[in-house]
Nanobody
Framework: QVQVVESGGGLVQPGGSLRLSCAASGTTSFGIYTMAWYRQAPGKQRDLVAIIFSGGTTQYAGSVKGRFTISRDNAKNTVYLQMNNLKPEDTAVYYC??????WGQGTQVTVSS
């Protein structure tokens, strides 16, 4: 059974940075899977933030383009989300979506002074 576990969230001031990690287990073929980060703010729907395909191609939501970078390390079965110049509107629970449509428990990111 594939599982993904997110980590790296926390409280950061506006303009700060965080790096989220998502580690996958239960698969020996991590590299063939598309991986994605979503986020959900209180009272709002879960939205796609960034996606990375098996070949390394990436796509971003317009609101984070130029500030966030998604990357992957297939040797470690891990995908990352580097978040720079964070804004209060980035505050949300961030979720990783991985192999076999697996979801993690989420990690809270709070941007506040």
């Amino acid at each position: 059974q594939v599982q993904v576990v997110e980590s790296g969230g926390g409280l950061v001031q506006p303009g700060g940075s965080l790096r989220l990690s998502c580690a996958a287990s239960g698969t020996t073929s991590f590299g063939i899977y598309t991986m994605a980060w979503y986020r959900q703010a209180p009272g709002k729907q879960r939205d796609l933030v960034a996606i990375i395909f098996s070949g390394g191609t990436t796509q971003y939501a317009g609101s984070v383009k130029g500030r966030f970078t998604i990357s992957r390390d297939n040797a470690k079965n891990t995908v990352y989300l580097q978040m720079n110049n964070l804004k209060p509107e980035d505050t949300a629970v961030y979720y990783c979506n991985g192999p076999s449509n697996s979801w993690g428990q989420g990690t809270q990111v709070t941007v506040s002074s």
